[in-house]
């Protein structure tokens, strides 16, 4: 029982920079900083959040690459015929390109190609308005399909992507799509395996492969899907407010263009 105790007291007080093994890390790969035009998340205050919640971020802001020492660098990329995010990018890919030109630009690089909320249908860009969803090229392309994400307005488009990863089987991620600080741990994925200094150490293909895993631990718990929050051993998504996500964005929106920040 003194060991037990020991263990907490040293985790709740000590700093702990590293990802160490056996301590675990939650992993948010939808997170927007203050780049986004629609986001007030300041580079600072994410970094402060994110060592406090003990969560390893996905900074993917629209149309910009976003790298950080405390984060996997990514960018959600709009082309002619939807979006998509590129994980563990090296350049900037521009936007408004041809869907698959961008796609294969995103695969020269080595990197993760991963769908944001394919099936909500709110989104402008999002991919089920295209009809690409299906194409058999376009399959060919994706790693992982993002099956829960925290600004969705209901579960439905949640669970229509669900089905859809787990029909073409692709590893399935959570995503807070934080815009503003007290969005950030409404959605990720538990791990305990992480054995990294920085994020720069994980390899898309290792990470992949670790992804894959929780994938399978969650399809055991499709049972547990069926309400809000969704939640398992290793995972956790809860929509957020209605009222946050449209306000709340179109006013700091509207904020930022008029002054031009």
């Not at 994410?46 to 976003?66: G, S, V």
């Not at 991963?114 to 402008?124: A, I, K």
């Not at 990294?196 to 990470?207: A, C, N, Q, W």
Request: glycine share 4%; net charge positive; hydrophobic share 40%.
């Amino acid at each position: 029982m003194g060991t037990t105790v020991k263990l907490i007291i040293h985790q709740k007080f000590i700093k702990i920079d590293k990802y160490s093994r056996g301590l675990i890390m939650k992993v948010d790969l939808h997170v927007h900083s203050i780049r986004s035009k629609c986001s007030l998340n300041p580079r600072r205050l994410l970094e402060k959040l994110c060592k406090k919640k003990n969560i390893l971020p996905a900074i993917c802001d629209h149309n910009k690459l976003t790298k950080l020492s405390f984060a996997i660098p990514g960018e959600e990329i709009a082309t002619n015929r939807g979006e998509f995010i590129g994980l563990f990018l090296n350049e900037e890919i521009p936007p408004n390109l041809d869907l698959y030109e961008a796609l294969d630009r995103v695969r020269e690089q080595d990197a993760l190609i991963y769908l944001p909320h394919p099936y909500d249908l709110r989104r402008r860009r999002s991919l089920a308005k295209f009809n690409v969803l299906e194409e058999r090229e376009f399959l060919k392309y994706v790693h992982i399909v993002e099956v829960f994400n925290s600004r969705c307005f209901s579960l439905e488009p949640n669970l229509k992507a669900f089905e859809y990863a787990e029909k073409y089987e692709f590893a399935m991620a959570f995503g807070s799509d934080a815009h503003f600080a007290w969005e950030l741990g409404n959605a990720y994925i538990k791990f305990n395996e992480l054995d990294i200094e920085k994020p720069d150490d994980l390899s898309p293909k290792e990470f992949l492969n670790l992804l894959e895993i929780k994938t399978k631990e969650l399809l055991k718990a499709k049972s547990n899907l069926l309400k809000n929050p969704w939640r398992t051993r290793w995972h956790y998504g809860e929509l957020g407010s209605k009222y946050n996500i449209t306000l709340y964005s179109k006013v700091i929106k509207n904020i930022r263009k008029k002054l031009n920040i």
